[in-house]
């Protein structure tokens, strides 16, 4: 497993320099799958072993920044030739016709598509099961889940059979799955991985694509791909690759604002803001500056917007399917309360949810002239038993919706803001944790840099590999 082991960045360079075959990648990669898939049950709608040998036989662009990698597409995005479920069986032999943009760059870029990561039903709910494909286990405890939506792709990587993959993140899901796999998770600034070109793309600003990896340097290899300054038109151009900013780490100096439990308003199961805090000791003795908040807006405001402007958008996706009687009968009942809050909206409600939004943005720009980046835990729960959909209480406090426990992860994502997922290590049931470090809009190089400090000083993802040999 040593070449697996190795980072993509590592592993292109071998292939680039010639003493990596794509084909011998490709055997160590389908024998990895071999091994430790049907275990875990990551991947899904896999590739034939032979299907998987002739694309890495075939003609590529090697010279491009992923030529010769096996990728697995998160199961929300569309790869010609594979079935795109979304986890639901309205969709389950559903065929692409064409790549999404953001694939269709990847594929360009040479990457190898051997398969699809698996994902919530409609990528609703921190924890990876539906009724197509079933339940992703998280490879630290088989009875646990991997979270989500990314879930499949974050198993995939701590694995091993996969050195790189996207993701997409509404509600921390390129976030909560890294931290809960031992691996890095970016939710880059909104736009600057162009939405796909179709249906509303200026009202529904909640959701983007992104890179997951074992090291910051890989998810800015893959970003560099993903977002392609050169041709993005959307909010967002970079005059710099992502690239750049990871061969130059920062940690010595940066000012760090600690949200901490946003002052008690945030409720955490034990070991999870230890473990942060020392991960905030360990910053602190490379030289970065450390300060304790206190909340710094109303955390009930911030939880008002969200859940309207999110409720409002999963509507519009999924309102055709509600209101055909027969097909509402396949959706999940988180679905269902979902577009039932959407449609109880009015527009009103909507700018009201909107002005909150506006006024959070406003103080956390206020914040970012104070502080290089914000810090918050990534989850606030640990990997809970597969038997549960989601966490009813936290600590005895009861969540009155599916997704509340993951509210530590929408200050940012409601901002649209960049935030990166970095290991910080294990508690004492073995099971990994993450912090979010959070920058201001456009500074995804910049918290690039100081997660690959964290990542070359403390290279969590490569103690206690999940084993499966």
Request: proline share 6%; with cysteine; glycine share 8%.
């Amino acid at each position: 497993m040593d070449i697996l082991n190795k980072e993509a960045w590592e592993q292109k360079a071998l292939i680039k320099a010639g003493a990596l075959s794509v084909s011998e990648l490709m055997q160590e990669t389908l024998a990895r799958i071999e091994l430790v898939n049907p275990k875990v049950n990551a991947l899904v709608n896999l590739l034939s072993k032979e299907a998987c040998e002739n694309l890495a036989s075939a003609e590529y662009p090697l010279g491009g920044a992923l030529g010769g990698m096996p990728m697995a597409i998160k199961d929300l995005a569309n790869v010609k030739g594979f079935k795109t479920t979304e986890g639901s069986p309205l969709y389950s032999e559903r065929l692409a016709r064409k790549d999404d943009q953001m694939v269709a760059r990847l594929r360009a870029a040479g990457a190898l598509f051997i398969g699809k990561t698996n994902t919530p039903e409609f990528g609703l709910g921190s924890n990876t099961f539906n009724p197509v494909y079933g339940k992703t286990k998280n490879p630290y405890d088989l009875t646990r889940t991997c979270g989500g939506s990314s879930g499949g792709a974050a198993v995939a990587l701590a694995t091993r059979m996969l050195s790189i993959s996207d993701g997409s993140d509404m509600m921390g899901s390129l976030r909560n799955p890294a931290a809960w796999n031992n691996v890095y998770g970016l939710r880059p600034t909104w736009g600057l991985v162009p939405p796909e070109p179709s249906g509303e793309i200026f009202l529904s600003q909640l959701s983007t694509l992104g890179p997951m990896a074992r090291s910051p340097k890989d998810l800015a290899l893959l970003l560099d791909v993903q977002a392609n300054h050169f041709d993005n038109k959307s909010y967002v151009l970079q005059s710099k690759s992502f690239w750049n900013f990871t061969a130059q780490p920062l940690m010595k100096g940066i000012k760090i604002g600690w949200l901490g439990d946003w002052g008690g308003t945030l409720t955490f199961e034990d070991e999870l803001l230890d473990l942060a805090q020392n991960a905030l000791n360990e910053m602190s003795s490379l030289g970065a500056i450390i300060h304790d908040l206190k909340a710094p807006f109303a955390m009930n405001d911030i939880w008002m917007s969200w859940c309207d402007l999110r409720a409002w958008q999963i509507t519009n996706g999924l309102r055709d399917i509600y209101e055909d009687i027969e097909k509402r009968k396949n959706l999940k009942p988180e679905a269902v309360w979902e577009i039932e809050n959407g449609l109880s909206l009015s527009g009103q409600d909507i700018y009201d949810a909107a002005l909150k939004k506006s006024k959070w943005y406003n103080s956390a720009s206020e914040l970012f002239e104070k502080f290089d980046l914000l810090v918050l835990p990534s989850t606030q729960v640990w990997p809970f038993d597969l038997a549960e959909i989601y966490p009813v209480s936290i600590k005895n406090e009861k969540m009155d919706t599916y997704h509340r426990w993951m509210q530590v992860t929408i200050p940012a994502g409601l901002l649209g803001l960049p935030v990166v997922n970095i290991p910080i290590g294990f508690g004492k049931t073995g099971l990994p944790a993450g912090i979010q470090l959070i920058g201001s809009k456009g500074s995804d190089g910049y918290i690039l840099s100081i997660a690959q400090a964290w990542h070359e000083h403390t290279k969590w993802p490569y103690v206690n590999i999940p084993n499966f040999s």
